[in-house]
C-alpha cells in the first residue's frame, strides 16, 4: 500500500508560501494583503511586527510575518487602542470585543445593557447618564441590530467602526470644546448726584 500523504502544511511551507505571495507586491499592497487575509482569519492586526525566529535567513527576505499568533487582550487596553470618543462607540468597542476577543467563558454575539455596565466599568470609561437607553442609542446611530428582550447585535456598521475606523484620525482630544457665548456687559449706569 502507498503511504498516504499528510494534506496539511508544516508552519515553514506556509511562511515560505506566504512570502513568496507578497513578494512581487509593493509595500502597501502587502500590507493590504496581510490585513486581508487576518481579518478572514479573524486574526487581530495591530500593525505588522519583525519577528526574525519564524523567518530563517535562508529565506533572504526582510519581508515582516504577518502578525503575531492572536494576542488576548482585556477591555481597558482594547479601549485605550480604539479611543472612543462617546458612549455609542464604546458600546460597539464592548460588543466587538465580546463577540471577537474576549475570553472563551466570556464570548458572546449579542449583548445586554448589564454586560455594558460590566464592561465600562472595567475599561475605566464613564457611565452613561441613562444606562437602560444606551443600547437603543447605539442602535439608532446605526451601530447594532436587534433589540428583541434586550438584546443587541453588532451589525457590519458597527464592526466596521471598531475594526477599520477607530482611532479617529483627528481624535487628539475626547471631548469637543463648546464655544462660549460673550458675556453682555453691564450696562452703565449714570449717577445724578443730589443736592
Do not use: W
Amino acid at each position: 500500500m502507498e503511504k498516504q500523504t499528510d494534506p496539511k502544511k508544516t508552519l515553514g511551507q506556509a511562511i515560505d508560501e506566504v512570502i513568496q505571495s507578497l513578494i512581487p507586491l509593493d509595500e502597501p499592497s502587502r500590507m493590504t494583503a496581510i490585513k486581508a487575509a487576518c481579518d478572514h482569519l479573524k486574526i487581530q492586526f495591530s500593525g505588522v511586527q519583525q519577528h526574525e525566529s519564524l523567518f530563517p535567513q535562508a529565506l533572504g527576505t526582510a519581508l515582516p510575518t504577518t502578525t503575531a499568533p492572536t494576542r488576548i487582550v482585556d477591555i481597558k487596553s482594547f479601549k485605550q487602542e480604539k479611543q472612543p470618543s462617546s458612549a455609542n462607540e464604546m458600546a460597539a468597542i464592548v460588543a466587538f470585543y465580546l463577540s471577537e476577543l474576549g475570553p472563551q467563558g466570556e464570548k458572546k454575539q449579542e449583548v445586554n445593557v448589564a454586560d455594558m455596565l460590566k464592561y465600562f466599568k472595567q475599561a475605566g470609561f464613564p457611565l452613561p447618564r441613562a444606562p437602560q437607553v444606551l443600547l437603543a442609542n447605539a442602535k439608532n446611530a446605526g451601530y447594532f441590530d436587534g433589540g428583541k428582550d434586550g438584546l443587541y447585535k453588532l451589525n457590519p456598521v458597527g464592526y466596521n467602526l471598531v475594526a477599520h475606523n477607530l482611532p479617529r484620525a483627528n481624535s487628539g482630544s475626547l471631548v469637543t470644546k463648546r464655544k462660549r457665548k460673550p458675556k453682555a456687559l453691564p450696562k452703565k449706569t449714570s449717577h445724578k448726584h443730589r443736592k
